[in-house]
């Protein structure tokens, strides 16, 4: 059944995921985890058998068949995440192990050669941990500071305190684009304006808006943009940063190995150039040939049309919750993602999460790697749904079923 204004049909998108169609405990399978991880289609699992039957090999310094066919393959990924983030140049485009890695990198090589004795750098009140810990460690490397952004009840950023953040010493501002734990959307394109108004560079964590809307990096002009190909439908221990190429060749090596280099004595080594300086060693080839027909999947869908499916879903969830007697939505931004968390009056979010289990319901429960955030909020944990295009209404009914049920345990 197609919803009013999605430009696809759900139950014919699902039949590309075949994970969905099992059943857990005996019940069709309500998979509503898809910020920790979302479900991989038959194209992305066919890449990757594809590349392991027919064309396994190392890439890059081959000169037989199978290992040109592996480079080829390997950097027509690279263009395809080029094409869908909009940047203007393949060389853009770092292969790394997540978002995690990504960030890391950032602050390992930009960080480590910007960022010294005294200087700032501003993240924001509701960061993954992997937003918030290579700044503490490269700020307690440095003797430099950690600012932090906060936001209102609603899981909204305070965007007049950002812009008193913001100060000469102020090196770099870390930014999430869409919250995993609240679901807010922040104003990135505002945030990173103000930034480059008194020339900062800004990094944006793009792991949960890359996989759900349309994202233009040079649209929104930041500096380096992170994502990981597990959450946009692709495998694991794969991702991307994006930087721009000026800042990128002004940036010292992050790793050193094989693949980064042009030449090695032991007096000494020549980089390599863009975008392989920052790739060392052997990649994870299949991973990113996987991501490549993740990345075909979602844009022939469209992300606009998941963009608006998922809100439209969103906005069914968010109802269909908030009239749960006891239950408590936790973020409630004006702009949201597809993210319900929430808590349940007198009951600890993981017995929510175990007995949806027994309903087949997959939610994720606890602090969702955002501590600060709960804290923020006075709570240990919340039960989180999060939602993908192949999600349907009938699946927000049964969630809904199952906190009855879980209401009815603790009553
Ligand atoms: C998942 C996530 C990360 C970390 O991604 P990894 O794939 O674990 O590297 C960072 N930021 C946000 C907002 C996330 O949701």
Partial sequence: MTSTGAAFDVSRVRRDFPILAQRVHGKPLVYLDNAATSQKPQSVLDALASYYTT???NIHRGIHYLSE???????EARSKVRVLLNASDDREIIFVRGATEGINLVAGSYGKSNVGQGDEVIISAMEHHSNIVPWQILCQERGAHLRVVPMNDDGDLLVDEYERLLGPRTKLVSIVHVSNSLGTINPVRRIIEMAHSRGVPVLVDGAQSAPHMNVDVRELDCDFFVFSGHKLYGPTGIGVLYGKADLLESMPPYQGGGDMIKSVTFERTLYNDLPYRFEAGTPNIAGTIGLGAAVDYVSS???ENIEAYEHELLDYGTRALSSISGLRLVGTARKKAGILSFVLDGVHPHDIGTILDSEGI??????HCTQPVMDRFGIPATARASLAFYNTRQEI?????G??????VFS
């Fill in 55 to 57: 064309e396994n090999s």
């Fill in 397 to 401: 009914d049964a969630l809904v079923k």
């Fill in 69 to 75: 066919q592996a480079t080829a393959d390997y950097e």
């Fill in 362 to 367: 997959a939610v994720r429960t606890g602090h």
């Fill in 403 to 408: 906190i009855d049920k879980v209401l009815e």
């Fill in 301 to 303: 869908i469209g992300l």
